[in-house]
């Protein structure tokens, strides 16, 4: 009897594991300064300090692949606190499927501009905070790091993993 228990133990534990496992994902970015809309603020506590609000478009290069669809598109939404040559940015991004299906992202990074302000790097992380239709209850996290022109195109390079959650026996 107790080996009996501990096959049903270890076989629920085998389908808990596999329910949660976590999926590699990545994809690479253009996203167009120049198209982004956007506001600026000096602060006025010193030269160079501003506060910026931002929405930028980016076209995938290599698309991210979730559960068998393909990104589409992306559009960044944040906030930017530049101090002289550093910055942080906090925002939120709409990731367009191949069905249509919405997957939500947040994200934050550091970033530094270099040569006089005409370069940019940046790195930070970014979640999941889920979607819609076949993504509803998407989570997961990840890391992005990038570099660019400030006013122009901006590369990036994203890696991560998710979870969907399982499908109820009613959605089969």
Not at 116 to 145: D, H, N, Q, R, V
């Amino acid at each position: 009897m107790k080996y009996k228990s501990l096959g049903l133990i270890v076989l629920l534990a085998a389908f808990a594991g596999s329910a949660l496992a976590q999926t590699q994902v990545s994809g690479t970015a253009k996203c167009d300064n120049k198209l982004s809309t956007g506001h600026t603020i000096d602060v006025g506590d010193h030269p160079g300090h501003v506060l910026m609000i931002g929405k930028i478009p980016c076209t995938w290069t290599a698309p991210i692949e979730i559960a068998g669809l393909k990104s589409t598109a992306y559009s960044g939404t944040g906030t930017t606190d530049l101090n002289g040559a550093k910055g942080q940015e906090r925002g939120y991004g709409v990731q367009t499927m191949e069905n249509g299906d919405k997957v939500y992202v947040r994200y934050q990074d550091t970033g530094t501009l270099t040569e006089g302000g005409k370069a940019i790097t940046f790195e930070g992380t970014w979640s999941y905070a889920g979607g819609t239709g076949k993504f509803k209850g998407l989570k997961g996290t990840g890391t992005y790091k990038g570099s660019g022109d400030p006013g122009g195109e901006v590369n990036i390079e994203i890696e991560g993993e998710y979870t969907l959650p399982a499908a109820s026996p009613a959605a089969k």
